[in-house]
């Protein structure tokens, strides 16, 4: 496993890259979770004026619930939304964290592991089939984006 292992210039620049992309990703995702907040007011107003518009008689009852219920489900999927913004950004970081870890001490990590989480790793790096004879092995592919990984490693 320590063939896998890329140098520790390479997880800090990896790490940088992670870190302008999640950076540039945040404040696009904080730009649109301010969008649907707008809009959920914008709905809560409407439902609002809906609400006193029918009180005062000025629409039946037919269309106060036909619109009614299509608002509310409206602001049901602009909710979802928004949880689905403010749960991002902790969720990617500890991922984004966790993952740089590993890639720092894959050999230790994968010398400690049980049985099914050695099999699990070496499934990442081996996406395809695996091939041992003696003490070699082979396959027709290795994982891309670690590959790239370590060809910068190895390219000094």
Do not use: C
Not at 6 to 21: A, N, R, Y
Not at 23 to 46: F, M, P, Y
Not at 85 to 103: C, E, H, Q, R, V
Not at 107 to 116: G, I, L, Q, R, T
């Amino acid at each position: 496993m320590q063939t896998f292992q890329p140098t520790g210039e390479v997880v800090d620049l990896f790490t940088h890259v992670l870190d302008d992309i999640f950076n540039t990703n945040d404040v696009d995702r904080r730009g649109r979770k301010k969008q649907v907040e707008a809009k959920i007011e914008d709905l809560k107003g409407r439902i609002n004026t809906m609400d006193y518009k029918y009180a005062d008689g000025g629409i039946s009852d037919e269309n106060y619930s036909r619109i009614i219920a299509k608002l509310n489900n409206d602001l049901n999927e602009l909710v979802m939304q928004h949880a689905t913004f403010a749960k991002a950004s902790p969720d990617l970081n500890k991922y984004m964290n966790y993952s740089i870890g590993l890639l720092q001490n894959v050999s230790e990590y994968y010398a400690s592991a049980a049985a099914n989480t050695k099999h699990k790793l070496v499934g990442v790096i081996f996406p395809e089939k695996l091939t041992f004879k003696e003490k070699w092995y082979y396959t027709t592919k290795i994982n891309e984006l670690l590959m790239l990984i370590l060809n910068s490693s190895f390219s000094d």
